[in-house]
Structure formats: C-alpha cells, structure tokens
C-alpha cells in the first residue's frame, strides 16, 4: 500500500509562514510527480503547485512568487513551504503523488491551514 502523510499545517496571521511536509510510504521505486492541493468547503479542490522528479514545478497564479514547491528523492518527501500567506490561502491542503509502477494517484489525509486577517 501507499500512505501519504502530511504535517506542518496551522493557524499564522496574514503575512506569516508555514512550510508543509509530506512523507510517502509503502514499496516504492521512485515517484514520479508530487504535489500539493487546496480545498475550501463547497469548492472544488485546486492545484497548488507540482514538482516532477527532476525539479520542473508548476504553480498556480495565486501562490506564485510566495510558495515554494521542493522534494528529496531518497526521502519520498515533498515540501511547501508558503511566505507572505494571505487568508484566501486558508484551506485544507493535500499532497499528491504518483508512484512509478502503481496504478493511479494517492492524496493524503489533508492539513488544514488557517490564516487570520
């Protein structure tokens, strides 16, 4: 099986930082995109950012400039860390990945992050 488990997220005030953790396990080879996902109640979930093994990140146009997306390989671990954090960046956020060799995608539980005004 593949778990993700994510840590790190948090109540910050506006203009604060918070950096993301996600670890994935299980019989892995390699891993080939991670990435991280927000959801606020009643919306759909939306990209953050991704990464691909090699290091080629995606961001979406809301964070970039101020999130930064970055993984260990021999970790299987990909990181957010988020500056200058504004409170429509309040969501719960996911990690994703795609493991080389297993079928579909993988999320995590979800962490929730909260940024007052």
């Known amino acids: 099986q593949v778990q993700l488990v994510e840590s790190g997220g948090g109540l910050v005030q506006a203009g604060g930082s918070l950096r993301l953790s996600c670890v994935v396990s299980?019989?892995?080879?390699?891993?080939?995109?991670m990435g991280w996902y927000r959801q606020v109640p009643g919306k759909q979930r939306e990209l953050v950012a991704t990464?691909?093994?090699?290091?080629?990140?995606n961001y979406a146009n809301s964070v970039k400039g101020r999130f930064t997306i970055s993984r260990e390989n021999a970790k299987n671990t990909v990181y957010l860390q988020m500056n200058s954090l504004k409170p429509e960046d309040t969501a719960v956020y996911y990690c994703?990945?795609?493991?080389?060799?297993?079928?579909?995608?993988?999320w995590g539980q979800g962490t929730q992050v909260t940024v007052s005004s």
């Open positions: 994703n990945a795609d493991p080389v060799g297993w079928p579909g995608t993988y």
């Open positions: 299980g019989r892995i080879f390699s891993i080939s995109v």
């Open positions: 990464i691909t093994r090699t290091g080629v990140t």
